[in-house]
Structures are given as structure tokens and as C-alpha cells.
């Protein structure tokens, strides 16, 4: 199989097939890493461009990694070390690095939409690394990755999301992804952080936390989005981890064997407890394994690989 699209900017507009393809095509990449060299030719000869306008750890070096353990050449530029800092516009950036000729263009933006605008214009696929509170696609994608490798599937699970919703391009993505594999889901947060009409998207919403993690088989904690808030939605970190962070007192009312996932940075102490995010129910570092090999499978079958 292939997939037959240039671009990956959102999970809202892949289907359950292209979906599946990705994951499998991932579980194959898994063993690479594994290796004592950690390469393979598949991409030799092929450039991968990483232009972070966004300050990210876990996304670019995962980046970075896939693509070099396929043998691509790897270029990494950031919005402070590039002419964006001379007044170029990003329209500018992209389309001199268009005339580089590299093959794949990954892009992390703070404003949403600008993958979008960029796959319009330019010949080159793009991988939408995450766009304002938009969508964060290949974290979904990890993900999903990582509840089917623990749970073997995800149709049927119950799959609760706790906090800062409204900011999140990642619950957006994986409310998106979750949804059409068949999984159950609920939100919980604050108020504030709560958008209107998200039921809209298949959710069920839950103002008190205890309520969203009851029966839950994946507990997914998301970070506070301080730096995408025009204003204080909450009191204080220390009212809100009162109300809304996980630890040993309310993840009794999940299930016994709950899985819990965090996409990083974690704020200890405020979304999760530090001895649950270290604990044996977190999956949260094999989050981190899989990104890299749903990366390469991006990277492998938008360069024309197939399965």
C-alpha cells in the first residue's frame, strides 16, 4: 500500500485506513532502532529540512533521528539563528528553501494554519510538527502508536484527556485520531480551558477529574499552554493541581491496569505527580520510542515508500 498524499498537516483529514498504514508502517521501523547501527539506506540521497519556529526537544531530535536513521541528509533551522530575525517573512524562508531542492519540509509554527499555507505553494511534502493550538498530527499518530502496542488495540477504550484543552493542538489531534479508531473519550479541565461546543468532536466533558479518569484504560495529562494564554485562566498552579493533577489519591477511580501518557514537557507536581510519571503505569518514554519510528514511516512513505 501507499499513501497517496503529498502532506501530513492534521489527523482530521486522514482516514482510518490511511491511519493504519501509518502505525503499521511505524511497528516495522521500531526494530531499527533496536539495532547496534541504528541505519538503514531507505532515504539516501533524499533531504529533510527541519524549520522550528517553535522552541521543541522531544519533536525536532525525533525528527532528526528518523531521518537519519534512513540515510537522509538532515538540515535543522531555527526561527532565531535564520533570517526571520532580519524581517525575512516565512512565505520568503519556504520558498528559498524550495529552491534547495530538499525533498521533505517539517514545520513547526506558533501560528495555525501556516503548514497549510505552505503545502499550497511549494512542491516539497510537508509535515506539519505542530501549528498554534491547531493540530499536532505525528504526536497523535506516536500515540496511537503507543496504546496499540500496549493494549492491541483501540476501538472500545476509554481514553480520558485532563487539562488545558482549549490550548492543546494535541488533544485536538488525538480527539481527532481516538474518535475514528473507535476509542471512547472524555475531557476534563478547568472551565476556562474547557472550548465550547468541543462535544461537537465526540467528546464527553467532565468538570471534576475524578469523573473523567473513572474506568478509564489511558489517562492522557497535557501541560498548561502559559505561553499561548492572552490572560490568567486559572487562580494559581497551586489551586490547579489541587483540582485537576493526577496522583495516588484520584487515579483510584481508573482502572487497575490504566495507562498514563503525557506528550512532554511534563511540570511535576502540577499536571501529575512525579511518582506516577515515574511509576509502572507510565508509558510515557515509550511515547518518546515510538515517535521516532511514526516519524520515519512519515518520512518513508511521503518520499514514495510503500508497504
Not at 476501538?155 to 482549549?166: E, N, P
Not at 488525538?174 to 467528546?203: D, F, W, Y
Not at 512525579?274 to 507510565?282: R, V
Amino acid at each position: 500500500m501507499k499513501l497517496n498524499r503529498k502532506d501530513i498537516l492534521g489527523i482530521q483529514e486522514l482516514s482510518v485506513q490511511e491511519i493504519d498504514l501509518i502505525l503499521e508502517t511505524a511497528d516495522s521501523f521500531i526494530e531499527v532502532s533496536t539495532r547496534e547501527i541504528k541505519k538503514v539506506p531507505t532515504l539516501r540521497g533524499k533531504t529533510v529540512i527541519n524549520l522550528f519556529y517553535e522552541a521543541s526537544t522531544r519533536t525536532r531530535t525525533s525528527f532528526e533521528i528518523a531521518a537519519k536513521r534512513l540515510s537522509a541528509d538532515t538540515i535543522n533551522i531555527s526561527a532565531s539563528t535564520s533570517s526571520v530575525v532580519k524581517g525575512e517573512t516565512l512565505i520568503d524562508t519556504a520558498k528559498n528553501l524550495e529552491a534547495m531542492n530538499p525533498d521533505v519540509i517539517v514545520i513547526r509554527h506558533s501560528a495555525a494554519g501556516a503548514p497549510h499555507m505552505l503545502a499550497g505553494i511549494l512542491r516539497q511534502s510537508i509535515i506539519n510538527a505542530g501549528d498554534g493550538a491547531h493540530e499536532h498530527p505525528t504526536q497523535a499518530l506516536l500515540d496511537m502508536m503507543t496504546i496499540r502496542a500496549k493494549r492491541g488495540r483501540i476501538a472500545g477504550l476509554k481514553v480520558a484527556i485532563v487539562g488545558d484543552i482549549a490550548h492543546s493542538r494535541v488533544a485536538r489531534s488525538n480527539i481527532h485520531g481516538l474518535t475514528k479508531m473507535g476509542a471512547q473519550v472524555c475531557v476534563s479541565g478547568p472551565a476556562t480551558m474547557i472550548p465550547r461546543g468541543i462535544e461537537k468532536m465526540g467528546v464527553v466533558v467532565h468538570m471534576r477529574i475524578e469523573e473523567a479518569i473513572r474506568d478509564a484504560d489511558i489517562i492522557m495529562m497535557l501541560r498548561i499552554q502559559t505561553e499561548r494564554e492572552k490572560q490568567n485562566i486559572f487562580p494559581s498552579l497551586r489551586e490547579y493541581a489541587q483540582y485537576f493533577s493526577l496522583n495516588r489519591k484520584n487515579i483510584g477511580f481508573a482502572r487497575k491496569d490504566v495507562l498514563i501518557m503525557h506528550p512532554g514537557p511534563i511540570n511535576r507536581g502540577v499536571e501529575i505527580s512525579p511518582d506516577l510519571a515515574d511509576g509502572p503505569h507510565s508509558i510515557i518514554l515509550e511515547q518518546v520510542t515510538n515517535g521516532v519510528a511514526v516519524r520515519m514511516a512519515l518520512l518513508y512513505l511521503l518520499t514514495g515508500g510503500t508497504t
